[in-house]
C-alpha cells in the first residue's frame, strides 16, 4: 500500500475516533450546563441525567402544544422503546407531564414543565455555541474543500455500514 495513504489513513482514523470519543462525552454537556444552572432542584436532577434524556426533553420543550412518544422517537431517530424508558425517567423527575386530549383519550401527549423548558433551554444555548464554534471551522475553508470532506465522510460511513452485520 502506497505509505501516503496508510498515513493519511491513520490520521483520518484518529481523528474519527477522537471526534467519536468527544461526541459521546457527557460530561462535557453537564459540565457546561452545571456551571449555568441556577436552580437547586436542576442542580439534583442533572447528574441522574443521560444525553439521550435531554434530547428527549429539548424535542418535548420545542412542541408546546404535546408530542407523542412515537414522534420523537421519529425526530430522534430511536426506538418506541426508547423512549417510553426515557420519558417514564422524565415523568418522575417532573420535567415532564403526560396529557390526553378530551376528545382522544387513547393517545398520550407529553409537555414540559417550567423546569423542563429551564433545562431544555439551556441545553440548547449549549448546542447553539457549539455549532458557532463549528461555523468558524467551516468557514476557513472554501466550499468546493467542504464538498470533498462531505462527500468522503458519506462514503466512508456508508461503507462502515456495509461491514456491520444484519440484524434479525
Known sequence: MDERLLDFKKRIESAMYRIYVSESDEDQ?????????????????????SISGLH????????????????????????????????????????????????????IYFLATPLGAELAGLHRLFHQEQDKKAMALLSGYDAASLEIVADFLEKLADLRQEAEPEEG
Open 29 to 49: 454537556d453537564r459540565l457546561w450546563l452545571m456551571e449555568r444552572i441556577t436552580d437547586d432542584r436542576l442542580r439534583k436532577l442533572l447528574p441522574r441525567m
Open 56 to 107: 428527549v426533553l429539548d424535542v418535548i420543550e420545542a412542541h408546546p402544544d404535546g408530542i407523542k412518544g412515537i414522534d420523537i422517537a421519529r425526530e430522534l431517530g430511536i426506538t418506541k422503546g426508547t423512549v417510553s424508558k426515557i420519558t417514564r425517567k422524565l415523568l418522575e423527575q417532573e420535567l415532564i407531564r403526560k396529557v390526553q386530549r378530551p376528545d382522544n383519550l387513547k393517545e
